[in-house]
């Protein structure tokens, strides 16, 4: 069982559209990181989030933290073509004593 | 500042062999974390460091696998014997703490022949 579901597993837009990604779970989190992967390089952080209903806004990527903080949003605006990639959630849960959880990550192309 | 740095990053190596995988963790980063990466498994955690102590190593998946971090700087992910099914990329990431937003390596690509 995955502990974090991540949808949809893969998108492909053409560039200048805009989309969402979904991160849910049924376990709450202390807090809930985006990742952001490119082939055959390690993941790099995008943001973090902690406070249910925050938003976060990283120029055209806006992120959401859900009420309950059980479910996560990325959304990206007006899509380019160096927004292909690997999107991960990961989340903390409980005291926050273990390593963080990923959810399998949404594969995304824009396409020019 | 490096980043985390892992070696090698590829390793081919026959069935029943004994592999060593390294990581150089980012300096004054106090946790480290050892990930397992394959398509149908995705990001996987193994085992996780705080102050070069073992906190959390229920994702080993066996025996044969085994970590250590005899110092703040370096730390080691060992495999034998190794396996077809241990072909997969790993990667080792480093953090202020365990609560903060990690640093990954650029990984190990392992194949197991």
């Known amino acids: 069982t995955q502990l974090l579901e991540q949808s949809p597993q893969f998108l492909s837009i053409q560039e200048g559209e805009n989309l969402t990604v979904y991160c849910n779970s049924s376990s709450v989190f202390s807090s809930l990181q985006w990742y952001r992967q490119e082939p055959g390089e390690g993941p790099v952080l995008l943001v973090t989030v902690v406070t249910g209903g925050e938003v976060k806004k990283l120029k055209r990527l806006t992120f959401q933290f859900g009420d309950a903080r059980k479910d996560s949003s990325l959304h990206i605006t007006a899509a380019q073509t160096g927004d292909t990639g690997l999107y991960l959630c990961?989340?903390?849960?409980?005291?926050?004593?273990?390593?963080?959880?990923f959810g399998k990550g949404t594969h995304l192309i824009i396409q020019p | 500042d490096a980043g985390v740095i892992q070696s090698p990053r590829h390793e081919v190596t026959e069935m029943g062999q004994e592999v060593t995988l390294r990581c150089k963790p980012i300096?004054?980063?106090?946790?480290l974390f050892w990930y397992r990466q394959t398509m149908m498994r995705g990001l996987e955690l193994l085992i996780y460091?705080?102050?070069?102590?073992?906190?959390?190593d229920s994702g080993m998946p066996e025996d044969r696998f085994s970590a250590k971090m005899p110092n703040a700087s370096f730390s080691t992910l060992k495999i034998q014997p190794s396996e077809p099914r241990d072909s997969a990329v790993y990667f080792c990431?480093?953090?202020?703490?365990?609560?903060?937003?990690?640093?990954f390596g650029s990984g190990t690509r392992l194949t197991v022949v």
């Open positions: 990431a480093s953090s202020p703490t365990h609560a903060y937003g990690y640093t």
């Open positions: 990961a989340g903390l849960t409980g005291g926050g004593a273990d390593g963080l959880t």
């Open positions: 300096s004054g980063h106090n946790s």
């Open positions: 460091f705080n102050n070069n102590v073992p906190i959390d």
